[in-house]
């Protein structure tokens, strides 16, 4: 399995509390995105990271920000929770073109009460 | 936008018989095609991907076809087991390895022993 680490596992937060998510690679890969799960919806692209503090948005991006300070970790930030965010939140890294496939973490399942 | 049709959404088969499963894709750019395996409780995982200028690619149990004129994408396991059981996603996109992952909204496929 490739070296990606998601923590916490597993969260329970209030409305309006802010919130961060961690992904941790051992792989060097260049390439880190974070992906939001809900049932109806498949996997859907928050943000991605294309290298140390280049992030850009993906089509779910309203709410969220991210930051990348080093290769290995992509941290993803709720600032004010709301209940539309209770998902499972997957990170996933893949190397450069040449390389094709995106592991994917074991996911975080987010709940906003 | 960019959009990928899945189905069916859920699909039940006998052990030992086949399963189908059919994705459509909006963006005529889309030039790389993954299908991910997804577990209970796990990151999806990739089975087996094929890129536009190929049409058909067979890994031991599990193919994909590919017709781009009509924009279809198809995953055929054979021989179904017990263990198939998960949820498949299939994925379009304009290059390999990079963020731009439009993911289907998944088939929870069930092989009955």
């Known amino acids: 399995d490739a070296g990606i680490t998601q923590s916490p596992r597993h969260k329970v937060t209030e409305t309006g509390t802010p919130v961060t998510l961690r992904c941790h690679q051992t792989?060097?890969?260049?390439?880190m995105y974070w992906y939001r799960q809900d049932p109806g919806h498949g996997l859907r692209l928050i943000h991605y990271?294309?290298?140390?503090?280049?992030?850009d948005k993906g089509e779910v991006s309203d709410g969220y920000s991210v930051s990348r300070s080093k290769t290995e970790d992509f941290l993803l930030t709720l600032e004010s929770a709301t209940s539309s965010q209770t998902s499972v939140y997957f990170c996933?890294?893949?190397?450069?073109?040449?390389?094709?496939?995106?592991?994917f973490g074991q996911g975080t399942r987010l709940t906003v009460v | 936008g960019e959009n990928v049709e899945q189905h069916p959404s859920t699909l039940s088969v006998q052990e030992g018989d086949s399963a189908v499963i059919k994705c459509t894709y909006s963006?005529?750019?889309?030039?790389?095609f993954p299908w991910y395996k997804q577990e209970l409780g796990k990151g999806p995982q990739l089975i087996i991907d094929?890129?536009?200028?190929?049409g058909e690619k067979k890994d031991q149990r599990i193919a994909v076809t590919l017709n781009k004129t009509a924009k279809h994408f198809s995953l055929h396991i054979t021989e179904t087991q017990p263990e198939d059981s998960a949820v498949y996603f299939c994925?379009?996109?304009?290059?390999?390895?990079?963020?731009?992952?439009?993911f289907g909204t998944g088939t929870r496929l069930k092989v009955l022993a």
């Open positions: 994925a379009a996109s304009r290059e390999p390895g990079t963020y731009k992952y439009i």
């Open positions: 990271s294309y290298g140390v503090k280049d992030t």
């Open positions: 963006d005529s750019a889309s030039n790389y």
């Open positions: 792989e060097n890969h260049r390439y």
């Open positions: 094929i890129r536009s200028n190929v």
């Open positions: 996933a890294i893949s190397g450069d073109r040449l390389n094709t496939e995106a592991f």
